[in-house]
């Protein structure tokens, strides 16, 4: 039993897979390797040589369900290598459409991905067909929830994945606001869901403490997912085309993902909705500000399970804005703003679901691409998981092997991994000496 592998296979339900390998010898974690085996997909080469216009669109394809995220980067960087400043209606509808997303794809890892382990269950499949089942209420819930976040990407947008609407310099067709009135109505409708979910997600015991550093956009006029400044736990502020100088990347020969550290301390950090909950609680909308006053006194959190509760809140949040957003605009009928081609680079930065998604484009005096490049939230966050995983499993090796590995997918799920991640792993190795 001194020397002991042990392979664990497990479901396979959307593309892409990880495993965890992790080495003990005389009771201690001597190696720990998370391991992104689907990750390079050429996409920043295949659009060297493209037009700008049509990259955008391209580069949404690198991630179906935030598709949306990868959009926006695209044409933040594009337009910023074009000096093109998009109008404040542009700004508001791309703002209303970006909530749509949130709502949507939170709701989709809080409902599908998470509840069955605070349900104790495999999957939404064990829910019982019960109407008087807190589960069965909760994944009703997120049908609606969900439902609500499509249809304002679909209306404002165009859809939910892979929009044709925004362009560079705006919208090649506008929304239709007579539509609007039917968005209120369902988003109102669903805030009592979302209050629901909020509870169910606070409620839950699981914790890992670790003092990890925290990286995201901070906005100080309001939350804000597509505009502001990076800053990080020791109060410095990056603007957005310094960011990369800001991170040294780090190879990770068993992966096909690097690993991204600060470039001045060398330390690992997270980013994602816990990070954004712990630096801009204060930023919140004044209504989710109220409603959710008792859950946000558990942050500045260090436990990463809170990063579900952050998303909860963060579902609330967009819907509140969203609100906000359909009542009071008033459409403007514009086109998009053009320009010449010019030589350029442009860096855009947002906040994806799972954190700080960033993309920079050298465009050439012709408009086609020279060069691209992009650091997604799941490479950054791959060293600090490792790091939890090595915690929690020096703290639990007494436990027996099943409890390791389903904590360990508890813990790597609560990081809501780039969705190959979180659908399809844990394949884990042991090697006891």
């Known amino acids: 039993m001194h020397n002991r592998q042990i392979t664990i296979d497990n479901i396979t339900k959307i593309e892409g897979s990880a495993g965890l390998k992790v080495t003990v010898e005389e009771g201690v974690v001597t190696d720990l390797k998370f391991i992104i085996k689907d990750y390079r997909r050429f996409y920043t080469e295949a659009v060297k040589g493209k037009p700008l216009i049509a990259v955008p669109s391209f580069l949404s394809r690198i991630c179906g369900t935030c598709s949306v995220a990868h959009l926006f980067a695209a044409l933040e960087a594009l337009e910023k290598s074009q000096e093109i400043k998009v109008t404040e209606q542009t700004k508001l509808l791309r703002r209303l459409s970006y909530d749509g997303l949130i709502i949507r794809d939170h709701a989709l890892h809080l409902y599908f ?7 104790g ?10 109407p008087g089942n807190i589960g069965y209420t909760l994944l009703h819930d997120s049908f609606d929830i969900k ?3 499509t249809e304002i990407t679909n209306v404002i947008i165009g859809a939910a994945i892979h929009a044709p609407l925004p362009t560079i310099g705006g919208f090649l067709k506008l929304p239709d606001p007579s539509l609007f009135p039917q968005l ?7 805030r009592p869901q979302v209050l629901r979910g909020i509870k169910t997600f606070s409620q839950w015991p699981q914790s890992l403490m670790r003092n990890s550093d925290y990286l995201c956009l901070r906005n100080d ?8 400044q990076i800053i990080n736990s020791s109060g410095k502020r990056v603007p957005e085309e310094k960011f990369h100088d800001f991170l040294k990347s780090v190879v990770i020969p068993y992966s096909q993902a690097e690993g991204y550290v600060f470039s001045d301390s060398h330390e690992d950090y997270l980013v ?11 930023l919140l909308h004044p209504q989710t500000k109220m409603d959710c006053q008792t859950y946000l006194q558990t942050f500045p959190s260090n436990n990463i399970y809170h990063n579900n509760l952050a998303q909860a809140i963060e579902i609330l949040q967009c819907v509140d804005d969203a609100l906000d957003i ?3 605009i008033r459409i403007n009928q514009e086109g998009p ?5 010019q030589a350029g680079i442009g860096v855009g930065v947002v906040e994806a679901p799972r954190g700080i998604l960033y993309h920079k484009a050298v465009v050439g005096e012709k408009g086609l691409i020279e060069d691209y490049d992009v650091i997604v939230p799941t490479a950054q966050n791959q060293i600090n998981i490792e790091s939890d995983l090595k915690k929690y499993f020096n703290e639990n090796l007494d436990k027996d092997e099943q409890t390791l590995r389903l904590d360990a997918e508890k813990i790597i799920r609560a990081y809501d991994p780039c969705m190959s991640c979180a659908t399809n792993f844990l394949k884990i190795d042991w090697i006891r000496k």
């Open 121 to 130: 269950i495999d999957s939404i499949l064990d829910i019982p067909d019960d």
């Open 221 to 228: 006029r309001q939350f804000d997912f597509l505009e502001g």
């Open 184 to 190: 209120i109505s369902k988003l109102e409708a669903i």
């Open 113 to 119: 991905f998470v509840l069955p382990d605070i349900l």
């Open 272 to 282: 994602g909705a816990l990070a954004r909950i712990n630096f801009n609680k204060d």
């Open 337 to 341: 703003v053009r320009k010449s081609f």
């Open 147 to 149: 439902k609500a976040g």
């Open 326 to 328: 359909l009542k009071t």
